[in-house]
């Protein structure tokens, strides 16, 4: 009795700590939220002479964050700021401070590191545009770089000045992707998994079923990657001032550049340490004392400025609106999270748009691999209903518009991408698991009793038949039939001719562009200008789903849901390498579609 009462105490004390951790930390995100409303009901400007100061550690997604309660308990706790942006915002944010006279020049400093629903190149390179637009108004553009990833000197390359610190580096050595295979594993443990496919380049199920890619899958792998590079090398020649030629030999003998090498190799501008670039932009700006810098504004602090203070009046008339609908992540069915776009999510919110008379365009912003076929389909559905409702419909891509991607942006009246998204692999396959050798190991069995006339043909419990196999084969010739009468009734080209540019195979923009997969190169404010053109407006607001939310709208968020759980301390190599591996197997949960047939980009390139 006694041990039974200390086991009780136990528990009810572990529970009060519990419930006072979860207090304590609703106090404090609430203290820190309510303290971001009080500062944006007065927001102040940067002031006379001020530099925009960007840190490149911060995530650029597509779509607008939608922060979990556990996300806000960790910001609130541990950060300075916001250190996610999502792109529209970010490009609004350097128009107006190119236009902001208190606005001196920009900093870049940090170092980007791209996750798995970021902006990607594709996203980047409007940014660079937007900073080479700012250089244009006349203003500098200065960067610091301390040993930077291909992203960040990727930015950096374009700034009036280069900096690098003296005990820096920088490597520039083109781009690889390494993959995990798992079927020998999966074979040991018994675990079967039947391929169903359509299109010899569609390899996204190979490292399930195989040791190494097929030849297809290695031939088109290269092909991309040396796509890319050709794209980032020319650009980063072009921002540089140096001819392809002269960065080609300069690349040929090296790829890893001390300070002084990158420097004689026109790199970099100057090699200096924080304290001399903090002196030299403070000759354009203003040197702050107090601070020992120069006077500067954070980009998320200089964003906030720019929101209005109060929300605007209530219109007798609603604007004609463009809605940028975000589709990022895998395409599975139910609802969007994060990492995942939902079927029944998009659906709810194309539908409510079809029915909106003030809304004329919808930009679709694709930023997904694929997934689901079925999902993929439902979500291609609502976009038809918006375009038999009058709406115009553009595509935009990001870094990825691929398979199932490209399934849904097939109907838009015109299609954009930049060049180095990824597109195209017009392709179907299905997978067939089975578990009987691991239920033999681990002693189990299955004994199945139907009033069918024929067997479950998705237990998982057995391999399938070849008579099973065929019908499966069947159903995912016929989606691939759909997909590519799809894509030819939409875009206008005969279905042999998109047979061609399809089997699975995946594209960058420029070559997409030739086999007339996209309509024309550019990013997403220029397919927002394509949509107000097509729908013949040019007076208009824009709308974005999900909706960017103010510190209110993520208070009633807060108070809504429930939390109970926050992010780790970042992991070491080695667990960054087991949670791939994990993050990997996790994935085919989320292969969800009824008839186990998908749309998806055969490989993970971020």
């Not at 690349?251 to 501008?269: I, M, S």
């Not at 004994?447 to 998982?460: R, V």
Request: with cysteine.
């Amino acid at each position: 009795m006694k041990a039974f009462l200390k086991t009780v105490f136990r528990q009810a004390a572990a529970q009060l700590l519990a419930s006072l951790m979860i207090l304590f930390l609703f106090f404090v995100v609430m203290m820190g939220i309510l303290g971001g409303l009080a500062e944006s009901g007065h927001s102040k400007g940067p002031g006379p002479s001020t530099i925009l100061a960007i840190d490149l550690g911060m995530q650029v997604t597509d779509s607008p964050p939608s922060l979990e309660p556990a996300d806000l308990v960790m910001q609130s706790l541990f950060s300075e700021g916001g250190k996610t942006i999502h792109l529209y915002k970010l490009l609004e944010t350097l128009e107006a401070a190119a236009e902001d006279p208190d606005i001196k020049g920009i900093y870049l400093h940090g170092n980007y590191q791209p996750h798995e629903n970021s902006s990607g190149f594709a996203g980047l390179r409007e940014v660079r545009d937007k900073l080479m637009e700012f250089r244009k108004k006349g203003k500098p553009v200065y960067a610091s770089a301390f040993h930077p990833s291909l992203h960040t000197y990727y930015l950096m390359s374009c700034a009036s000045t280069l900096y690098m610190n003296p005990f820096s580096d920088i490597e520039i050595n083109g781009f690889g992707s390494e993959f995990t295979f798992f079927a020998p594993a999966l074979e040991k443990l018994g675990v079967g998994l039947q391929p169903v496919r359509v299109g010899k380049y569609k390899a996204a199920i190979e490292p399930f079923t195989r040791d190494s890619f097929s030849e297809e899958a290695h031939e088109q792998l290269q092909a991309m990657l040396d796509d890319r590079w050709d794209i980032y090398f020319n650009q980063i020649a072009e921002n540089r001032g140096i001819k392809g030629e002269t960065l080609a030999g300069i690349l040929k003998e090296e790829y890893r550049f001390e300070a002084k090498a990158a420097l004689d190799a026109g790199l970099v501008d100057a090699l200096a340490t924080r304290a001399q670039i903090y002196k030299e932009i403070a000759k354009v700006g203003k040197w702050d004392e107090e601070n020992a810098t120069f006077k500067q504004i954070p980009l998320h602090e200089y964003a906030s400025s720019l929101e209005p203070v109060a929300p605007p009046a209530k219109k007798k008339h609603k604007a004609d609106t463009i809605a940028v609908v975000y589709l990022e992540g895998t395409i599975v069915n139910g609802q969007s999270l994060p990492g995942y776009a939902g079927a029944e999510t998009l659906h709810g919110q194309l539908s409510k748009l079809a029915h909106q008379d003030e809304v004329k365009a919808i930009v679709l912003r694709v930023n997904s691999p694929g997934g689901s076929a079925n999902a993929a389909e439902i979500i291609q559905q609502a976009l038809l209903d918006c375009k038999d409702k009058g709406k115009v419909l553009v595509a935009s891509m990001g870094a990825m518009a691929a398979s199932g991607g490209y399934w849904v942006s097939a109907p838009a009246d015109r299609i954009l991408a930049q060049p180095e998204t990824i597109t195209g692999s017009i392709g179907v396959f299905g997978l067939l698991p089975n578990i009987q050798g691991l239920g033999e190991k681990l002693g189990l069995s299955w004994e199945s009793i139907s009033s069918a006339q024929h067997q479950d043909p998705y237990a998982i419990s057995r391999p399938k038949t070849e008579e099973e196999i065929e019908k499966v084969q069947q159903y995912v010739d016929r989606i691939y039939d759909t997909f590519i009468q799809n894509v030819a009734k939409h875009r206008g080209i005969a279905p042999d001719q998109v047979d061609a540019a399809a089997q699975g195979r995946v594209w960058t923009a420029p070559r997409a562009l030739e086999n007339r997969l996209v309509d024309e190169i550019g990013g997403l404010q220029a397919a927002i200008t394509a949509a107000s053109d097509l729908a013949g407006i040019h007076t208009y607001e824009i709308r974005q789903f999900p909706e960017d939310l103010n510190d209110m709208e993520l208070l009633e968020k807060f108070l809504e849901e429930n939390f109970a759980s926050a992010r780790a301390a970042a992991p070491s190599p080695l667990q960054l390498q087991a949670l791939e591996i994990q993050r990997q197997i996790q994935s085919l949960q989320h292969w969800n579609d009824p008839r186990n047939v998908y749309a998806r980009f055969p490989f993970d390139i971020r």
